[in-house]
């Protein structure tokens, strides 16, 4: 059974970062991709980036240029979203996905999401 | 990358059909066959239900059925029931390798 379980709520001040985990199992790891997706309350879904797993390759949206870092971890079949310089705006449910096969375009599997609350 | 548009919100009573749209551009939805359609129930993390334009994961209700035609994609949902109420998402792959979602519309049964 493929599962992803997302690491737990964060509160951050403003300028800081924050790092989101999401764990992977059920599935080859290395034969993926996972992309993070935010959702603000009450607002849509956001796509933030992707990393191809295998390859170690990321792709981001021109929007977090420069502010966010996707990485994973072979060992642990874990991926991490981290985002710097957080301002009130980047408050919002992040969400990790995985494409499996990676190719296929599709994001069968969802983590749970992680609340990311920024505030002074 | 702008967000593709969705109507906000379409409602129909029970046993209806309704039709979502989702537009783009060349760039996104007119460029590949790759639009997915995600359902999300309140407080609850998106769930897949057509990928590829027109297909169904296992699992999905036949009812569910999605399609395109040049930078507009549609999905729609036959013999709607309650608990087709929520919200939907459009997402489409993009030629700059990267993936943009719609703005959502909010499904009502009547």
């Known amino acids: 059974q493929m599962q992803l379980e997302q690491s737990g709520p964060e509160v951050k001040k403003p300028g800081t970062s924050v790092k989101v985990s999401c764990k992977t199992s059920?599935?080859?790891?290395?034969?993926?991709?996972v992309q993070w997706v935010r959702q603000a309350r009450g607002q849509r879904l956001e796509w933030i980036a992707w990393i191809i797993v295998g390859s170690g390759q990321t792709n981001r949206a021109q929007k977090f240029q420069g502010r966010v870092t996707i990485t994973r971890d072979m060992s642990t079949s874990t991926a991490y979203m981290e985002l710097s310089s957080l301002t009130s705006e980047d408050t919002a449910v992040y969400y990790c996905a995985a494409e499996v096969p990676q190719g296929t375009i599709r994001f069968d599997h969802w983590g749970q999401g992680s609340l990311v609350t920024v505030s002074s | 990358q702008s967000a593709l548009t969705q109507p906000a919100s379409v409602s129909g009573s029970p046993g209806q059909s309704i039709t979502i749209s989702c537009t783009g551009t060349s760039s996104d939805v007119g460029a590949y066959n790759y639009v997915s359609w995600y359902q999300q129930h309140p407080d609850k993390a998106p769930k897949l239900m057509i990928h590829d334009v027109s297909n169904r994961p296992s699992g999905v209700s036949d009812r569910f059925s999605g399609s395109k035609s040049g930078n507009t994609a549609s999905l729609t949902i036959s013999g709607l029931q309650a608990e087709d109420e929520a919200d939907y998402y459009c997402s489409s792959y993009t030629t700059i390798s990267t993936y943009v979602f719609g703005t959502g519309t909010k499904v009502t049964v009547l």
């Open positions: 059920g599935f080859t790891f290395s034969s993926s991709a």
